[in-house]
């Protein structure tokens, strides 16, 4: 279908639209209505799991924007006006991520594979979380990297038993929450673009900590963590590295060599 075709759905011709950033896996527009309305609008391949995901983390009460329609390769989904990162909205992403978190399920991982733009994200579901981490997160990534690096990667997943908890309680994860896919609007935050599976909460918290710092707001909204977290957030941090050293290359290549360090291995 194309975008002008959506006009049936929504009973109002489109009027305008317009390009905005997307991600890896979607292009994304704005499509204003003759009647007033504004809808974000992606296209993609995989535009139909996201759909169910948004639903999922929207039935467990997290914020996150309505999905209007989705047929095909288009996802339409409320419009939401994008304002500065303010305190209040970094404290409402706190309380957002801590009731998403709140949600569990009775294995790790999801239904079905994922991926962000050319790179399959396997979520077999599994019972060990140590071995979910290292077989769906760790290990597919080998023979894309230099070997010895590949061979410290691989040590690290064979120590993952006793470097990581058995059996945490399996949350609800956003599964890619950079900062780039939380979006403020006034004092509320939502939650955009998920790649949802479950599994430790702190894989989350890494990778929001990975590329930017969140403020004491979000820390007080969100809740005390275990302060053993510091010691496994290099390897959750060295997923959401290897995806962007498959996706862009050599230059991301000393942030999984940094990442590999920290993990003491």
């Not at 706190?94 to 294995?107: N, S």
């Amino acid at each position: 279908m194309t975008l002008q075709g959506l006009s049936r759905f929504f009973g109002s011709d489109v009027v305008a639209t317009r390009p905005l950033h997307g991600g890896d896996l979607s292009e994304v527009v704005r499509m204003d209505l003759s009647d007033g309305t504004r809808v974000a609008v992606k296209r993609g391949p995989l535009v139909g799991i996201e759909a169910d995901m948004l639903r999922r983390m929207a039935s467990a009460g997290a914020p996150v924007p309505r999905v209007l329609h989705q047929t095909g390769d288009l996802l339409c989904l409320e419009w939401l006006g994008e304002t500065p990162a303010s305190p209040a909205g970094w404290g409402a992403l706190g309380t957002g991520l801590r009731t998403l978190h709140a949600a569990r399920g009775d294995h790790y991982g999801w239904p079905c594979t994922y991926g962000f733009g050319r790179v399959t994200i396997r979520n077999t579901p599994m019972t060990d979380w140590p071995r979910f981490w290292a077989e769906c997160r760790l290990l597919p990534f080998l023979p894309a990297l230099p070997p010895a690096m590949a061979r410290r990667v691989e040590a690290l997943a064979r120590a993952l038993p006793e470097r990581l908890p058995a059996t945490p309680a399996p949350a609800l994860l956003h599964g890619d929450l950079w900062i780039g896919n939380a979006l403020f609007s006034g004092s509320s935050a939502y939650l955009i673009d998920p790649a949802c599976y479950y599994g430790d909460a702190e894989v989350d918290l890494a990778m929001l900590d990975l590329f930017s710092t969140p403020t004491q707001a979000f820390h007080d909204a969100y809740g005390a963590g275990d302060p053993a977290r510091a010691e496994r957030r290099p390897i959750y941090q060295l997923f959401p590295a290897l995806v962007h050293y498959r996706l862009f290359g050599a230059s991301y290549q000393g942030l999984v060599a940094r990442l590999v360090q920290a993990a003491r291995i």
